[in-house]
């Protein structure tokens, strides 16, 4: 069974910035796509972003040349850099993984999720 766990959430004014982490168990890592979803209160799950096992990364457009996603798959885990924060961004930040060849947008393309970490970000 997978495990993901998210890691460097907290609280950061405006225009700062915080990187996120989430570390995967299993010795499969390197072949699968992972993906950044958020959560704001009263609000459905959206994507943030996205990379394939090869390498190709996915946007939300809100986010693009702000947040960048990496992966260290020597440690089985990826990485979301988030850059230039607005109080927007405030959400749970949940890292989920993926068996299929390519990456989506799509919620219901990932098949394993971490418990989420909170980003708030104050005006």
């Known amino acids: 069974q997978v495990q993901l766990v998210e890691s460097g959430g907290g609280l950061v004014q405006a225009v700062g910035a915080l990187r996120l982490s989430c570390a995967a168990n299993?010795?499969?890592?390197?072949?699968?796509?992972m993906g950044w979803f958020r959560q704001a209160p009263g609000k459905e799950r959206e994507f943030v972003a996205a990379?394939?096992?090869?390498?190709?990364?996915l946007y939300t457009v809100s986010v693009k040349g702000r947040f960048t996603i990496s992966r260290d798959n020597a440690k089985n885990t990826v990485y979301l850099q988030m850059n230039s924060l607005k109080a927007a961004d405030t959400a749970v930040y949940y890292c989920?993984?993926?068996?299929?060849?390519?990456?989506?947008?799509?919620?219901?393309?990932?098949?394993?999720w971490g418990q989420g970490t909170q980003v708030t970000v104050s005006s």
């Open positions: 299993g010795s499969s890592f390197s072949s699968y796509g």
């Open positions: 990379m394939s096992r090869s390498g190709g990364s």
């Open positions: 989920a993984e993926t068996t299929r060849v390519t990456v989506t947008t799509l919620r219901y393309n990932y098949d394993y």
